[in-house]
């Protein structure tokens, strides 16, 4: 992920929220596959648990309270999205979201991307990336 979005609002909505995790989302890209409640709670993700809401973007940047690093387990590579899936279930209002539209967000998870964002940067970063 290649962003600057303004992570001062990640960190007062995570103080405020009281979750124990408080996603980025972004509501004016894709693919939408978090849902956010009218509380600011995530609710849902991927649609495996059939609840309704609005659909944001999962930027992949997210705050933490120090009791969510015992949910991850040593030397076991996973996915924080069932984590979060599971904490859902457990307890709602544990994961948070606030949707952050503002600033430079790119996913460079694809080599094709990825390329293309190193060249843009390359010739000075004055293009759009």
């Known amino acids: 992920v290649i962003s600057n979005l303004p992570l001062s609002r990640l960190l007062v909505a995570h103080e405020g ?3 124990e995790v408080t996603l980025v989302l972004r509501s ?12 600011n709670e995530v609710c849902d993700i991927r649609d495996t648990l ?7 973007l999962f930027t992949g940047i997210y705050a933490v309270k120090k009791a969510f690093l015992d949910r991850l387990k040593q030397d076991l590579r ?14 709602p209002g544990a994961v948070a979201g606030v949707i952050i539209d503002e600033g430079l967000w790119r996913d460079a ?4 991307e990825y390329e293309r964002i190193n060249e843009v940067l390359l010739k000075g970063g004055n293009g759009v990336i």
Request: aromatic letters at 4%.
């Open 109 to 112: 998870g694809s080599r094709e």
């Open 78 to 91: 996973e996915s924080v999205i069932n984590i979060f899936l599971e904490m859902i279930g457990e307890k």
């Open 28 to 39: 004016n890209d894709g693919p939408r596959q978090v849902t956010l409640n009218e509380y």
């Open 17 to 19: 929220a009281g979750a």
């Open 50 to 56: 059939g609840r309704k809401g609005q659909k944001c």
